[in-house]
């Protein structure tokens, strides 16, 4: 069985990361709540919902990082609707990173205001090995450069000044 199936969602943030609204230097202020489960990521889940199978044959709940087969994998698309729907997915996944250096940024702002480094290494290595798990090497390097994106991003860092919509 996939393990994933029957692993609970994280309950969120421990106390200790409760979510306090962070100033981002740029008048940009938002919640770590806010930001991960901002209207693009519920967007992102809801389209992956609508376009999931009609028929179950398994009880198992569907696994939101599965993209669906119907979409991904049917090789009966044209080019043309696959690019159409390559461009929808970079659009998503363009929307969810910005959203991802907002909330990294507020962490990391938050830490060093309470005194702490910036960064924290064991938990950026956590950050990869989730990424690996899913997408294997490749996963690997993206999260790489997601973390390298991520790190300091900020008023200069353009793309984490743009709001989640
Ligand atoms: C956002 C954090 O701060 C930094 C940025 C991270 C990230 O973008 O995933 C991970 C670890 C830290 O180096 C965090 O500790 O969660």
Redesign the pocket.
């Known amino acids: 069985m996939d393990a994933r199936a029957t692993t609970p969602a994280p309950a969120g943030p421990p106390a200790s990361?409760a979510p306090h609204a962070t100033p981002g230097g740029n008048g940009t202020v938002v919640s770590r709540r806010a930001a991960l489960t901002g209207l693009g990521g519920a967007a992102a889940l809801a389209a992956v919902a609508a376009c999931a199978p009609a028929e179950r044959t398994s009880a198992e709940p569907p696994n939101p990082n599965q993209v669906p087969p119907t979409l991904s994998g049917d090789p009966g698309r044209t080019i043309h609707e696959q690019r159409a729907l390559i461009d929808q997915l970079d659009g998503q996944i363009s929307d969810l990173l910005a959203q991802?250096?907002i909330?990294?940024?507020?962490?990391?702002v938050a830490?060093e205001q309470a005194g702490g480094?910036?960064?924290?290494?064991?938990?950026?290595q956590?950050?990869i090995a989730r990424y690996r798990d899913r997408l294997g090497p490749a996963g690997e390097q993206i999260a790489r450069a997601?973390?390298d994106a991520?790190?300091g991003?900020g008023p200069s860092g353009a793309p984490a000044a743009t709001p989640p919509r």
Do not use: G, M, T
């Not at 909330?103 to 990391?108: D, E, F, L």
């Not at 480094?117 to 950026?124: F, Q, S, W």
């Open positions: 990361e991802r250096a909330a990294s940024h507020n962490v990391q830490r480094p910036r960064l924290d290494p064991a938990r950026e956590q950050v997601i973390l991520d790190r991003a």
